[in-house]
Antibody, heavy 118, light 108 residues
Framework: EMQLLESGGGLVQPGESLRLSCATS????????MNWVRQAPGKGLEWVSG????????FYADSVQGRFIISRDNSRNTLHLQMNSLRAEDTALYYC???????????WGRGTQVTVSS | DIQMTQSPSSLSASVGDRVTITCRAS??????LNWYQQPPGKAPKLLIY???TLQSGVPSRFSGSGSGTDFTLTISSLQPEDVGTYYC??????????FGQGTKVEIK
């Protein structure tokens, strides 16, 4: 069974850092682009960042460009998101999502909560 | 960025009703339009990809159509388990994806 399990969320102060992880299983990790999608409280979905299967290409939403770094460890089938200079508006539930061959998100984790507050 | 606009923002319908949700893109994105369902308190789930292809395991009462900039998600006979928020998403620009603002579906 294919699974994604996020971890690493928590409560931090503005300006601090946090590193999210997503453990994957049940599929050939290196074959697929992986992504982070977030959802602020009571709001819709926002794509945050993505990385190609080979890790050669990384992409970011304008809202996090220069502050977040996505990476993947293909030997451990794990996705990461390093979040620096966190702001209150980064408060959200962060989902890990697998992209399929048709550029849609066909597998989602349960999410990890990030709260940025003083 | 490509902007995605859904309508309505919410709807209330009776069990067995036919429900239609529309999604408009700010530029042509065919065929890279996807639909998701998010039940209350749960993670999103892929329903339809590339406009009209049903994801494995999704009931046949769900269907998608459209082209260019205008797309539609239809639930042919609304069921209680269909309650939740529905999102469209464009996959036209690789790894610069955007979602619609969502349509909340409730049972009357």
């Amino acid at each position: 069974e294919m699974q994604l399990l996020e971890s690493g969320g928590g409560l931090v102060q503005p300006g601090e850092s946090l590193r999210l992880s997503c453990a994957t299983s049940g599929f050939t990790f290196t074959n697929y682009a992986m992504n982070w999608v977030r959802q602020a409280p009571g709001k819709g979905l926002e794509w945050v960042s993505g990385i190609s299967g080979s890790a050669v290409n990384t992409f970011y939403a304008d809202s996090v460009q220069g502050r977040f770094i996505i990476s993947r460890d293909n030997s451990r089938n794990t996705l990461h998101l390093q979040m620096n200079s966190l702001r209150a508006e980064d408060t959200a539930l962060y989902y890990c999502a697998k992209a399929n061959d048709y550029w849609s998100f066909d597998l989602w984790g349960r999410g990890t909560q990030v709260t940025v507050s003083s | 960025d490509i902007q995605m606009t859904q309508s309505p923002s919410s709807l209330s319908a009776s069990v067995g009703d036919r429900v239609t949700i529309t999604c408009r893109a700010s530029q042509s994105i065919s065929p890279f339009l996807n639909w998701y369902q998010q039940p209350p308190g749960k993670a999103p789930k892929l329903l339809i990809y590339t406009v009209s292809t049903l994801q494995s395991g999704v009931p046949s009462r769900f269907s998608g159509s459209g082209s260019g900039t205008d797309f539609t998600l239809t639930i042919s006979s609304l069921q209680p388990e269909d309650v939740g928020t529905y999102y469209c998403q464009q996959g036209y620009i690789t790894l610069a994806w955007t979602f619609g603002q969502g349509t909340k579906v409730e049972i009357k």
